[in-house]
């Protein structure tokens, strides 16, 4: 975690006030410090809790840079110029500090390894509680609740370097959840690992959507998961968002593909195929589920 080491304890966790967005976007264009142009330009979008929105565009897209808007830590720890407002869980990243909003906004990143540095998992999840001055009681509580979730029980006295990347990742999310917090914003989170951690650590994070009822804000290239799981698609593009839709529209949408850069689930590449050869698919599947459903119809009428 990077966000709490040096802050004196004790911070309160303050109450988000009752609100109708998770997350609210308006207006948001952001410059790195000594860079010419915007990484983000006029953004504004707003996310109600509960909803699992997927984070979509190519390479420098301005994905990364929105997920630390989110957290604060744009501006605050990267500095450059920030206009508009971002407010999450209830709360204006202006006014919060970072502390605070991690408590509300848990931020996971790419590389599980660069964030992990104590010596044990356990330490590892409690390091966010006990900086921020909370009893052991609840420290201890917060733990096994993160740690079950992750299904992380038995590595709890192992040491983070020792653990595949799948299960550190989940260390990561682990490390995040001990906050509690009410939005989760995963910056591709299964890019550095084999199919079995990505499939582990996006099993988790499908299941803190629909069991938990967390608001996910995801960034991945894993369009596959995303039509399973994902409510709404966001594609930015060049800094600006040029895609607010489900991901039935995004994914069926081949212009829309192209233009941007995204690569589409397996099933609509095959399904573009088939159309591009003459095969008259009437429905186009997103999921491996519905394409069954739609190649079996396809078979019975002779194609
Ligand atoms: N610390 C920084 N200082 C200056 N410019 C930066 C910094 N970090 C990112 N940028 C620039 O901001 C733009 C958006 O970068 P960002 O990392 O947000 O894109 P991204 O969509 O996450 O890309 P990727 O898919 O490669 O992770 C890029 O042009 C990038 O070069
Ligand atoms: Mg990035």
Known sequence: MILIASHPPRLPKEKSVSMSWMIDVAHVTYTYPNTERPALESISFQVPPGQFVALLGPTSAGKSTLCYCLNGVVPRLFGGEMKGKVVVAGLDTYEHEIPVLAQHVGLVL??????????????????????????????RQRVTEALALTELHGLEDRQPSTLSGGQQQRVAIACVLAMRPDLLVLDEPTSEL??????????????????????????????????????RVLVLYQGHLVEDNTPRNVFTNQTL???????????????????????????????????????????????
């Open 110 to 139: 790419q590389n599980a390894r660069s964030q992990l540095f104590n010596v044990t998992v356990l330490s590892e999840v409690a390091f966010g509680c006990e900086n921020l001055g909370m009893p052991p009681e609840e420290i």
């Open 194 to 231: 084999d199919p079995l951690g990505s499939e582990q650590v996006m099993k988790i994070v499908a299941r803190l959507n629909r069991e938990l009822g967390k608001t996910i804000l995801l960034v991945t290239h894993d369009t596959d998961f995303v039509a399973r799981f994902a409510d």
């Open 257 to 303: 593909l192209q233009q941007y850069r995204i690569r589409p689930p397996q099933v609509c590449e095959i399904t573009f195929e088939l159309l591009s050869r003459g095969t008259p698919v009437t429905q186009m599947p997103i999921t491996i589920d519905e394409a069954v459903e739609v190649f079996k119809r396809l078979e019975k009428d002779g194609q």
